[in-house]
T-cell receptor, first 111, second 116 residues
Framework: RKEVEQDPGPFNVPEGATVAFNCTYSNSASQSFFWYRQDCRKEPKLLMSVYSSGNEDGRFTAQLNRASQYISLLIRDSKLSDSATYLCVVILKTSYDKVIFGPGTSLSVIP | DAGVTQSPTHLIKTRGQQVTLRCSPKSGHDTVSWYQQALGQGPQFIFQYYEEEERQRGNFPDRFSGHQFPNYSSELNVNALLLGDSALYLC???????????????FGPGTRLTVT
């Protein structure tokens, strides 16, 4: 089993739709979680951290479920500009801080 | 506010050659991490530098080495290039805090390396 897995995608949704991405991680000792977005042929950009209590930033909501070892990202009222690949990141503290990116889920918002 | 910069943007090398990539962190940041991103995959952590020392290293062979300078900029060196080293190489900067490094990273635009 891979350390971090994401919905395979791609997701094609109409403008205004609500879309949810899931990311699962295999090591229960993972301690920090993030969502990044990456536009085509560009660098990843930090979207939001994910906290145990859940957190919201405008149209974006991130949730963490430690018991089931997954994080989620919900995007409401999708915009064309939301089209990108969404990467989840898990940090596992071992003898060093192991930064693990998921493979990403591609989102296309269609007019 | 100067963001993370990387050079060159593109590079073509031949198998067996050596390459050096460069990165300047975001203004105010002191920690630099390097990642390799193959097409269609998420970035993979190579190593991290702080105070001119390699602090953490991922699962990459010794052909991958690096350096950090007193001004916090960094270099990634890859020796004996293989075809499989073709990828986008990303540099990310962050801050080192009292308890360790801040996990929030800011990425540069990357260097696209092609090995033929």
């Amino acid at each position: 089993r891979k350390e971090v897995e994401q919905d395979p995608g791609p997701f094609n949704v109409p403008e205004g739709a609500t879309v949810a991405f899931n990311c699962t991680y295999s090591n229960s000792a993972s301690q920090s979680f993030f969502w990044y977005r990456q536009d085509c042929r560009k660098e990843p950009k930090l979207l939001m951290s994910v906290y145990s209590s859940g957190n919201e930033d405008g149209r974006f909501t991130a949730q963490l479920n430690r018991a089931s070892q997954y994080i989620s990202l919900l995007i409401r009222d999708s915009k064309l500009s939301d089209s990108a690949t969404y990467l989840c990141v898990v940090i596992l503290k071992t003898s060093y801080d192991k930064v693990i990116f998921g493979p990403g889920t591609s989102l296309s918002v269609i007019p | 506010d100067a963001g993370v910069t990387q050079s060159p943007t593109h590079l073509i090398k031949t198998r067996g050659q050596q390459v050096t990539l460069r990165c300047s962190p975001k203004s105010g940041h002191d920690t630099v991490s390097w990642y390799q991103q193959a097409l269609g995959q998420g970035p993979q952590f190579i190593f991290q530098y702080y105070e001119e020392e390699e602090r953490q290293r991922g699962n990459f062979p010794d052909r991958f080495s690096g350096h950090q300078f007193p001004n916090y900029s960094s270099e990634l060196n890859v020796n004996a290039l293989l075809l499989g080293d073709s990828a986008l190489y990303l540099c990310a900067s962050s801050l080192w805090l009292a308890g360790g490094w801040s996990y929030e990273q800011y990425f540069g635009p990357g260097t696209r390396l092609t090995v033929t």
